[in-house]
């Protein structure tokens, strides 16, 4: 063989990254707009025998582009694999749905049976589940393992959409006599608050299987985790939790905890950042230390921990021969706190777990004064939820039913992608400048940021 057939052959397959029936385009910047701009993608796809794993992450695939890929696809019925991550790059986000209806009839008509769907990064919202709400319902996904959603903006009624979808696929699964076994679901950075996590939690409970769940940052409160936990009791083989940066306060984490004391596989815990405070922290190290013998990462970072929580907990990981990891910095223990804690590990010869303590708050001693503002705090929150249920219902149902697929297909409006996870303003931006927007930018503690600002403004 020539030299320059050699080099042209290396070339080709350097582009594709053949390799274990997977045919990637990860990350080329593709701008495939029209039939004729994804001519050289459908052409790979045809002549690849045996897909079974497709990468279309880091590219922008428009509605035309989207129709010819997905008509390649429907003579592979082998695909089980798509990894269809952050490929709409500055499209319309009314460009979106309809993309993905086309590429789920394909998967349907193909006669696939995938395991892993991926989704992540792509900014399509509520009406966007319904662009993938059939393929979901569909046999193509009774196989279905590994579901990841992160960071699309999905809201409430992206949550409940996409719940009843989950629903939907296990009965029909069950009646065919193999029930969807679903091991691994990622919804990170969703804004689905407390209505869209129990609406999931309805559809973990049926599942039964999940052996991951990532969920960070999606606003849920109380209410959304305790119906979390109770799905998780049923979740037996359950080994990483990840809930970070939500808000548990003391409710939700003792909830948590009494389903911790059920779970006998569990690794990983994430909750940092998850405001579980000492009384929630107590309680977690109970279960810690009744069970979960196979705990390898315990993460309680920025969680308003006191010294002595803090020591419990280091007390309960006496007997856990496979933990790696202790995450508890960001917390109130002082320098004396941190001391005893690093003394209680270095007794049981696991020093070498703690993390860095290197952004502690200090211990602070008004543990009364700070009881009652938990207390009041936790009133407001009661008094909060009971006005929100039927704000946050109206919202998540006109999210629901806004788009059908069929409405999808026929029309397409003007407005652009917009990013589900805007960043952060700062109280006093908000308060020169207010608007609902920035209110929601504030995060799940806004009412409490603006009554500090407030006080401190009167007083100074």
Do not use: Y
């Amino acid at each position: 063989m020539a030299s320059e057939d050699i080099s042209k052959l290396a070339e080709s397959l350097a582009k594709t990254q053949v390799g274990g029936g997977q045919l990637s385009f990860k990350g080329k910047s593709l701008k495939l707009n029209t039939a004729e701009d994804a001519e050289e993608v459908i052409k790979e796809i045809e002549e690849f025998d045996g897909l079974e794993a497709l990468r279309l992450e880091g590219n922008t695939v428009g509605v035309e582009a989207a129709k010819v890929i997905a008509k390649a696809l429907e003579k592979k019925s082998q695909l089980k694999r798509c990894h269809w991550s952050d490929m709409f790059t500055g499209r319309l986000r009314s460009e979106i749905p309809p993309a993905l209806i086309a590429l789920g009839e394909a998967i349907v008509s193909a006669g696939c049976q995938l395991t892993e769907l991926d989704l992540s990064d792509n900014a399509f919202g509520p009406d966007g589940v319904r662009g993938f709400e059939a393929l979901l319902k569909s046999p193509a996904c009774f196989t279905l393992q590994e579901l990841k959603l992160n960071n699309c903006g999905m809201g409430i009624g992206g949550g409940k959409i996409l719940a009843a979808a989950l629903k939907e696929c296990h009965r029909k699964s069950s009646v065919q006599g193999k029930p969807l076994a679903l091991k691994v679901f990622v919804a990170g950075r969703n804004r689905l608050e407390n209505d869209g996590a129990t609406a999931l939690a309805e559809a973990f409970s049926a599942i039964g299987t999940l052996e991951e769940v990532h969920m960070p940052q999606n606003g849920i409160n109380h209410p959304g985790i305790t119906a979390l936990a109770e799905a998780f009791a049923v979740n037996p083989l359950l080994r990483v939790i990840n809930l970070n940066d939500n808000t548990f306060t003391e409710k939700g984490a003792v909830a948590m905890a009494e389903t911790l004391k059920k779970l006998r596989q569990v690794e990983v815990i994430n909750f940092g950042d998850c405001l579980v405070r000492s009384k929630g922290a107590v309680a977690i190290a109970e279960a810690v230390n009744e069970g979960l013998h196979k705990l390898k990462e315990l993460n309680l970072s920025f969680c308003e921990i006191k010294r002595d929580a803090a020591l419990i907990i280091a007390e309960a990981t006496e007997d856990k021969s496979e933990l790696q990891k202790l995450d508890l910095n960001g917390n109130c223990f002082g320098e004396e706190g941190c001391e005893q804690l690093q003394e209680i590990l270095e007794g049981f010869n696991m020093a070498e777990v703690l993390g860095s303590l290197s952004d502690d708050d200090g211990e602070d001693d008004d543990d009364d004064e700070d009881d009652d503002d938990e207390e009041e705090e936790e009133e407001e929150e009661e008094e909060e939820e009971e006005e929100e249920p039927t704000q946050l219902q109206e919202r998540g149902q006109g999210e629901q039913e806004s788009l059908t697929p069929k409405k999808i297909l026929e029309a397409h409006d003007s407005t652009p992608v917009v990013s589900p996870s805007l960043p952060p303003v700062d109280v006093g931006t908000f308060l020169a400048f207010p608007s609902p927007e920035k209110l929601l930018r504030l995060g799940p503690k806004c009412s409490t940021l603006i009554a500090q600002q407030v006080s401190h403004s009167c007083f100074s």
